[in-house]
């Protein structure tokens, strides 16, 4: 295939990207390179410059090395005759074997049952393990596979790295709010790094899921509701994750999950029912999935959801056709936790062995926890149910990951190095970085003084930090938190306290995350009444409200925190609101209210100096909303890229009955995809193009060339009195195609620096893969349309810039 790549441009070591290769497609098509404003970066993959830390934003040369499928990945030729040497000497036992994995550590799901993987191991019986978290254990399973079995093959260890290892960064949607791949990929780094020293080289992560849903828990999983932007995000966690080459010590395999649809359940309950278009589920849900396996992710997870009717995780179209046949991937097809099993209650299987036999045969490699594949493959292989040609392709995808990782040539751990490798000085910097970066300034307008209250002045006097947040140091780390530590945490109190003096900050929890006391409330309002200044922390429990089996039908404030909200208001202090969450909040009193809001996510490890720097000033905000921020639930699901209907109710009477809006709510959201505030403020100039005339054909033609089609430009002016870093992106419309488009639809962003005073004229080019679109007849082109284009700062605004596409 023709190479698939990217431009992006350095501005304070951020990249711009302007991407053609996030729409998926079939493996027969090939993508056309895009260039920034200057000049062309050409590499194999979709992909940008990039560095690894010298020292948290500081300026660095790009690393040379990427990681290459067909060179160190596992796409690469030379492992075939390693992987059909060994396959020739596998007995059907030993083949079933590697498609086994089982949790030998900390349940993440419903238990196993089984005790004897020991036992197991030595008879070749089991290809994986996961929940392992230490050298020692690892090494000591690892050695009963490789000394004890017949054929010496190592296992695979695997463990649920999402935002950290023992260094926990931001959850990914607070990474996804940074708008910075690089920096998101040498968060992956820092992640591989400290879990392969663990003996951990298997990480179920990027979550590519779209999510246009805030009651779903898993949305603080992932990178939102945009296809480009995902698919940004799921190229730099593969990349981090490994590195240049697959089988270096420091690397770990990734697994893009959960393959697919499963940021789509009907009403955001968790595992619930699916129902996607295929023009739909090929735009909007497949491309971050499509770009991950472009950039050499060695595995893919499939989902628990049905898709359709048919359960992913027995899904011929998805699995077979689209992944294996059309994109070409070679790596493993991982079930998710007893997703093979549940095949049964989906009710397309009446017993284990017809799950199995339908999970198998649809392409699924590996059946995770399940224990269907040990106890019928073997027998449906025997009764001619399963051909064993079917076993040996499945076999080929495990054994592959394996001989790429080099866990034959080394399988073994150094323990002695394994406490060295983590919570490196700079990797805490770095988590500092990301977690300023990800914070997104939701308002701040101006206070009693007639100036904003951020960033808080010098001369602030007392300050109240009150809230069951306040000194929370577990919940910094949301969800799934791999090996971090409370003790690792830096809370908000204690980064006051060693800013400000411990005479300055007063303290008051207020209030539980979901329960509270009176009396916890009348310290709180008495505290209050005391100082300067409130900064209130409220928001969600991480671990109980977000994440995996925690969707919410109704998104406000959990227990007391909105009378503690209104109470402290009431007092007549300035209040600075603080919240920290796992998806929006609907929180309209607070909005209408409260000053000055910051949207904080769970910050990670260095929560407290990144809030306190950005609080004081020290560093301005830069973050931008990966998901719309609803005013109310009933607005759920809710996305900017959204198509249109016949009666739309902006461009009809505000007072017409029959328009597509609701009677009690608006229909915008309280804040649109890509808002975000500064400390400054920035002027965007008029968007201007290259040209006013494209032929679709020209276009066509130029998805399988490489070649640009049109610049979009428009100058940015810092008007304010701060240095700050904007996020400029850049929308398209495409109007009278055959399947209706999206009223905006993102095709490039780029984070520039400016001083006060500063304009810079920033310009994407657009490929033809931005102006096609997967038509009437399921195929991905350009079709003859009116196309607007925004640069802007966000998704509802910009002034837009019109061109025709002819035949």
Known sequence: MPCKCVTFVHSRCRAPLSARDLHSRPASGS?????????????????????????????????????????GGIADPSLDSKVEALLRKMTLVEKVGQLVQYSAGQPTGPGTGRTDYKDMIGKGQIGALFNITNARDVNAYQRIAVEQSRLHIPLLFGLDVIHGFRTEFPIPLGLASTWDPVLVEKAARVAAREASASGVRWTFSPMADIARDARWGRMAEGAGEDPFLGSAMAVAHVRGYQGSRLDAPDSIAACAKHYVGYGAAEGGR?????????????????????????????????????LNGVPASANFFTIKQILRKEWRFQGIV??????????????????GATAARK????????????????????????????????????????????????????????????????????????ARDAAERSFVLLKNSAGLTGVPLLPVSKNVGKVAVIGPLANDSANMLGSWAGLSRGEDVISLHAGLVSHLGEGNVLHAKGTGISEGSDQEMGDAIATAQKADLVILTLGEHASEMTGEAASRSHLGLPGRQEDLLEKIVATGKPVILVLFSGRPLTVPWAFEHVPSVLAAWFPGIQAGPALVRTLVGESNPSGKLVVSWPRSVGQEPLYYNSLNTGRPANQRDSDSKFVSRYLDEQNSPQFPFGYGLSYTSFQYGPTEISGKKLKASALNAGLHGGRAALTATASVTNTGQHAGEEVVQLYIRLQGTSVSQPVRALKGFERITLVPGETKNVSFTLSPDAFAIWNDQNRFAAEAAHVTLWVSPDSAHGSPAELEIVP
Do not use: C
């Not at 991982?334 to 017993?351: K, R």
């Not at 064993?388 to 034959?408: I, M």
């Open 359 to 430: 999970a198998l045969l649809a392409g699924v490699d590996m059946d995770m926890v399940s224990s269907l594949y040990h106890d019928h493959v073997p027998s449906l292989v025997h009764t001619g149910q399963v051909p064993e040609t079917a076993v040996d392709e499945a076999v080929r995808h495990v054994l592959r990951v394996k001989v790429a990782l080099g866990l034959f040539e080394h399988p073994y751990t150094d323990e002695t190095k394994e406490d060295a490798a983590m919570l490196h000085s700079e990797y805490q910097l770095l």
């Open 31 to 71: 993508g056309s390179i895009v260039k920034g404003r200057r000049g062309f970066l050409h590499f194999l993959l979709l992909t940008y410059a990039v560095f690894f830390l010298a020292s948290a934003g500081a300026q660095t040369a790009p690393a040379p090395a990427l990681l290459d499928p067909t060179r």
């Open 270 to 306: 968790d595992y619930n029912t699916t129902e996607i278009s295929e023009p739909t589920l090929r735009q909007i849900y497949l491309p971050p999935f499509h770009s991950a396996v472009n950039a050499g992710s060695a595995s893919i997870m499939s989902a628990f959801n049905s």
């Open 334 to 351: 991982d079930s998710d936790w007893t997703s093979v099993a549940e095949l049964i209650p989906h009710g397309i299987a009446n017993d």
